[in-house]
């Protein structure tokens, strides 16, 4: 048996996705921390792994024919000294020439032997590897939810699942897919999201989930196989291509399902493939727009919020502090006598923030924090690469590293690899930390950005959320400057704050203003926020000019 290892199979598989064969391979064969680097500018590494407590490089090469040379090993070699590896691999699906046999025995002299893996090697490795790696125990509230969630496809063909981001949506979504290829294993399923990125980590999500006789693959602008058995993880309108060609999935996932609706593909794929089990999962249901996702796939079959989360144990609890020292006092006083829309408001409320004061805050905020890691979230990528450069101007974070869309992909891997592994202490952020991306360690979230949007506030509070060994709560310095983003906190702090003799003392969430008489001004001014906190732009606020002292 050689499944996803097997030459049709590796032929198929071409180039780009050669290199995640050898990723899966790898995790089977008992490597942890597989990294793909695999891109523009990876200097001949395509993956990273450790085994036995070593560090080992991966070179891929994919060929339709022949044999790989001696370049492929000279390339890994060099590799091997970028990433300061102790030892590497080539690995080919068809063989190697007897030049690069011959220049791995000269290296052999100097350092560790280079291992050549052709595609007899990785088939035999197929053979040799279990059936699955990794343990997947589910929580009780996963299994719950992967209950309610498997009642509902069967009953309706539908279900939707509301989980808070660090609960584990796509552990519940990967449970609810093995059970349905348990039950009918020779379907097809079909696992939509909205972005290349996104599709790449489900399907090595997946993995744990599935017994390697399943076969994974990738369907996105870059990769077309040709085969889609087993579970194909698509970009949406790679998958309506397909789609309309005549691909009938089974068994239907869309992962981040607060996107249906966000243009027609969503509409047209899950009609024609109305008669396929359909579900989603979401951490955050809300839109911008009246689309209302339940309309397509149902009610929740299972919500858990971030509160409850909290107040179970499963997520770290929350220091919070908004700062609103920016208040413009003269705004305040002649917001009562003026009507204005939230967005011109904010615009003659919020002072503008200096950089220099959120270095400030957060320094004061790491030596009381044990083996600080902290996102900050900024505006633009401008705004990113220079807070992070003032920010490497103080000795301990001169590490720190920005992080978004603007960068390869194979530095962006470099820099969250790094930052996971402690040696860079602070990414400075833009959006692409928003979904998908898990980093359990982070303790310190600073939010230097300004956003009105909830699920977009929701989603980066939800970074520092997961749980991890040591780590109990995470600390967030909000630097406010939108009447909705305080709205937002204070809702949480209510529905916090709502249920008290259930919460330990010592571990319980705190919600504070940095000006406590800021905080009596704005609790009186957004008593509304329930509404307030997805208000347009448009929306008004009227404020009593008598309840703001005039000393303020």
């Known amino acids: 048996m050689t499944g996803f290892t097997d030459p049709a199979s ?4 071409g180039p780009l996705q050669f290199p995640r064969r050898v990723e899966r391979l790898l995790w089977h064969a008992g ?10 500018g990876d200097g001949g590494g395509d993956l990273l792994a450790r085994y036995k407590g070593r560090d080992w490089v991966v070179q891929c090469k994919w060929k339709r024919q022949g044999a790989v040379g001696a370049d492929a090993v000279e390339e890994v070699a060099r590799a091997r000294d970028l ?45 040799r590897a279990p059936e699955r790696f990794g343990a997947v125990t589910l929580r009780p509230y996963q299994t719950q939810a992967r209950d309610a969630l498997i009642r509902g496809i069967d009953e309706s063909g539908r279900a939707l699942l509301i989980l808070a981001t660090g609960l584990g949506k796509t552990v519940v979504g990967g449970a609810v897919i093995a059970d349905h290829l348990n039950r009918y294993p020779s379907t097809n399923v ?7 990125d996104l599709v790449q980590q489900l399907e090595r999500a997946l993995w744990r989930h599935l017994p390697k006789s399943v076969p994974t693959r990738l369907l996105t602008g870059d990769t077309r196989p040709d085969d889609l058995k087993g579970v194909t993880c698509a970009t949406i309108a790679s998958a309506l291509s397909a789609v309309r060609f005549g691909y009938r999935p089974d068994l239907v996932m869309i992962d981040e399902a607060h996107h249906l609706g966000a243009d027609g593909h969503y509409d047209e794929i899950l009609e024609l493939l109305r008669t396929s089990r359909q579900f989603g999962v979401t951490a955050t249901p809300w839109r911008g727009d009246a689309f209302d996702i339940t309309d397509r796939l149902g009610p929740p079959s299972f919500t858990l919020g971030i509160e409850d989360g909290m107040r179970n144990g499963y997520l770290a609890q929350v220091d919070y502090r908004l700062f609103v020292d920016n ?27 200096r950089d220099e004061a959120i270095r400030d805050e957060l320094a004061d905020i790491w030596g009381a924090t044990t083996n600080p890691r902290a996102i900050v979230f900024c505006r633009t ?15 301990r974070w001169s590490d720190a590293q920005a992080i978004h869309d603007g960068l390869s992909l194979r530095e962006r891997q470099q820099r969250l690899i790094a930052f996971r592994a402690g040696t860079v202490p602070i990414l400075t952020a833009v959006d692409i930390l928003n979904e998908g991306v898990d980093v359990p360690d982070v303790n310190i979230l600073c939010f230097a950005r300004v956003t009105h949007s909830r699920r977009i506030f929701v989603q980066q509070l939800g970074r520092g959320l997961r749980l991890s060994n040591g780590k109990e709560r995470v600390t967030v310095l909000d630097f406010v400057s939108d009447l909705r983003r305080i709205a937002a906190a204070l809702n949480l702090k209510r529905a916090l704050d709502g249920d008290l003799e259930t919460l330990d003392d010592l571990r319980g969430s705190r919600i504070d203003f940095s000006n406590q008489r800021v905080a009596t001004l704005m609790e009186e001014w957004i008593k509304d926020a329930a509404s307030l906190e997805t208000a347009f732009d448009e929306h008004q606020l009227q404020f009593p000019a008598a309840l703001v002292p005039q000393d303020w």
Not at 31 to 40: L, S
Not at 190 to 196: R, T
């Open 10 to 13: 590796l032929l198929d598989a």
């Open 31 to 40: 490597f942890t921390d597989v990294a793909n680097i695999d891109g523009p």
């Open 83 to 127: 990433y300061r590896a102790n030892h590497a691999i080539v690995a080919t699906n068809t063989r190697f020439s007897s030049d690069a046999r011959r220049r791995v025995d000269e290296l052999a002299r100097i350092g560790p032997k280079i291992a050549l893996w052709g595609g007899g090697d990785l088939s035999k490795g197929y053979d």
């Open 190 to 196: 079909l696992v939509l999201a909205h972005v290349k």
């Open 327 to 353: 208040l413009d006092w003269d705004t305040v006083r002649a917001a009562s006598v003026h009507s204005y829309g939230l967005a011109e408001l904010n615009t003659k409320l919020f002072l503008p923030q």
């Open 381 to 395: 990528k401008e705004h990113a690469e220079r807070l992070a450069d003032l920010l490497r101007r103080v000795p």
